[in-house]
């Protein structure tokens, strides 16, 4: 069987999702959405749902504003709860220069309409009382920002998706992509998609996938552990829900989780995994933990977060996340193939996912990108990127955590 569509988004994910729902608003809903399992079922199944407005280079910061308003938007849309939780964020200053520099792009926020705050240490303990704030400098508050459910979202962007006349198979492999003149040609076990574009969503299965094309990315997934406590005794007896804290001295980020916290850590020596090849048999998995080699950061967050130590570790996490070299996206045409998009290599899908697929999809529907954001575009790259160089970059980027780019390590 044979079918011809506009386009044609590959991966079921929150970002393949944001794409499709970003497609229709703009009224172009003679698309289809290939997923491979189900929706969700890679890495945006077990992801935290930490959404912050706080992102580590100004010129993406409307990508994470945008993604809370566009899944919200289909929230409303779909009727589909999203389980937002708007509790804020603190980004912690551990010197005056992170404090300074926190000050500096406070213009961002103003021009896009979001709240944004520098606060002084007796602040930041009144908006966090478990927070140790001896020694802190300050921090930069986004009480607007917080954390959602990613399964909810992602199904809440896809329902909206349908109504607005989109189409979503899963349980359906793209197991080919082809070029054919000015089309694409996308096979799967039973039919063949003709499409005028392809957007490839599907993470750190991009690199094999766009193999075959001669198209090199250097995209690897690295392991990322997050851990869930007990209950906290503290948090309980708050009648508010705490902020989440980003920490560069601590590489973490810790909010709230019912009556415990939820931690996602940054190993300052990062592991990887599958560098050779993804498992064709590897769906909604988590890896092996290994909390003992996090115990170095892990001491740090407890002294930035004492209550934090005193639950005990209910749940350990150890799931693979996509990254690039420079730690973000890959969004944007492959100039070397037109009609080829990627919307791949998110570590922070959830964070950005919404807002990358809005300006993906404005480029797509309107022929331009909406505005220069050179730094996210595939072509940043080199095609002959070798593997050592790629996976020494992203070990070099993971590890920074939390750290201010262009601050030392
Ligand atoms: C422990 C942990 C905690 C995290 N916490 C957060 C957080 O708090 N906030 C945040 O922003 N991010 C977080 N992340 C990262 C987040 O999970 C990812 O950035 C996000 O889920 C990526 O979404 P995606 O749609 O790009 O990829 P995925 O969710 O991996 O989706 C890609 C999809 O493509 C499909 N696919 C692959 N090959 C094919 C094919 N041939 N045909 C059809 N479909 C195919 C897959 O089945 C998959 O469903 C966390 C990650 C981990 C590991």
Request: aromatic content about 8%; proline content about 7%; hydrophobic content about 40%.
């Given at each position: 069987?044979?079918?011809?569509?506009?386009?044609?988004?590959?991966?079921?994910?929150?970002?393949?999702?944001?794409?499709?729902?970003?497609?229709?608003q703009r009224g172009w809903t003679d698309t289809v959405l290939l997923e491979k399992r189900n929706l969700t079922s890679g890495s945006t199944w077990h992801a935290a749902g930490n959404v912050t407005f706080f992102g580590h280079y100004t010129a993406i910061t409307d990508l994470y504003i945008n993604s809370v308003k566009t899944y919200l938007a289909a929230s409303e849309e779909s009727g589909h709860d999203i389980g937002f939780h708007p509790t804020g964020s603190l980004r912690l200053a551990n010197t005056a220069e992170e404090l300074e520099a926190y000050k500096s792009i406070a213009p961002v926020y103003d021009r896009l309409d979001a709240d944004y705050r520098v606060i002084g240490p007796d602040e930041a303990a009144e908006v966090h009382p478990l927070?140790?704030?001896?020694?802190?400098?300050?921090?930069?508050?986004?009480?607007?920002?917080?954390?959602?459910?990613?399964?909810?979202?992602?199904?809440?962007?896809?329902?909206?998706?349908?109504?607005?006349?989109?189409?979503?198979?899963?349980?359906?492999?793209?197991?080919?992509?082809?070029?054919?003149?000015?089309?694409?040609?996308?096979?799967?076990?039973?039919?063949?998609?003709?499409?005028?574009?392809?957007?490839?969503?599907?993470?750190?299965?991009?690199?094999?996938?766009?193999?075959?094309?001669?198209?090199?990315?250097?995209?690897?997934?690295?392991?990322?552990?997050?851990?869930i406590t007990g209950t906290v005794p503290a948090l309980q007896a708050l009648d508010f829900e705490v902020p989440a804290v980003r920490d560069p001295y601590a590489p973490s980020n810790t909010r709230q989780e019912r009556d415990g916290f939820l931690c996602g850590v940054y190993e300052v020596d990062p592991q990887f995994w599958a560098t050779d090849g993804i498992p064709p048999e590897f769906a909604?998995?988590?890896?092996?933990?290994?909390?003992?080699?996090l115990e170095p950061e892990l001491l740090r967050v407890i002294e930035r977060i004492p209550a934090f130590g005193e639950a005990g570790f209910k749940t350990i996490n150890n799931g693979p996340i996509a990254y690039a070299p420079?730690?973000?996206?890959?969004?944007?045409?492959?100039?070397?193939?037109?009609?080829?998009?990627?919307?791949?290599?998110?570590?922070?899908?959830?964070?950005?996912?919404?807002?990358?697929?809005?300006?993906?999809?404005?480029?797509?529907?309107?022929?331009?990108?909406?505005?220069?954001?050179?730094?996210?575009?595939?072509?940043?790259?080199?095609?002959?990127?070798?593997?050592?160089?790629?996976?020494?970059?992203?070990?070099?980027?993971?590890?920074?955590?939390?750290?201010?780019?262009?601050?030392?390590?």
């Open positions: 069987m044979t079918q011809h569509v506009q386009a044609i988004v590959i991966g079921g994910g929150i970002v393949g999702t944001s794409v499709l729902y970003s497609l229709a927070l140790e704030t001896k020694d802190l400098h300050g921090a930069a508050h986004t009480p607007g920002d917080g954390h959602v459910d990613p399964s909810g979202a992602t199904h809440a962007l896809a329902k909206a998706a349908r109504q607005r006349g989109a189409h979503i198979q899963v349980q359906t492999p793209a197991l080919a992509i082809r070029q054919n003149g000015q089309e694409w040609q996308v096979e799967t076990e039973t039919e063949t998609f003709f499409a005028d574009h392809v957007v490839v969503a599907t993470s750190f299965w991009a690199r094999e996938m766009l193999a075959p094309l001669g198209i090199n990315l250097p995209i690897y997934p690295v392991q990322h552990h997050e851990i909604e998995e988590l890896l092996v933990p290994d909390v003992e080699r420079d730690g973000l996206p890959m969004l944007g045409p492959v100039e070397s193939h037109p009609g080829l998009w990627l919307a791949t290599a998110f570590n922070i899908g959830i964070g950005t996912g919404g807002g990358s697929a809005q300006f993906l999809s404005e480029w797509m529907v309107n022929g331009h990108a909406p505005y220069d954001l050179s730094m996210v575009y595939p072509s940043r790259f080199a095609n002959d990127i070798s593997k050592e160089t790629a996976l020494a970059q992203i070990h070099a980027t993971y590890a920074k955590g939390y750290i201010m780019p262009g601050a030392p390590a």
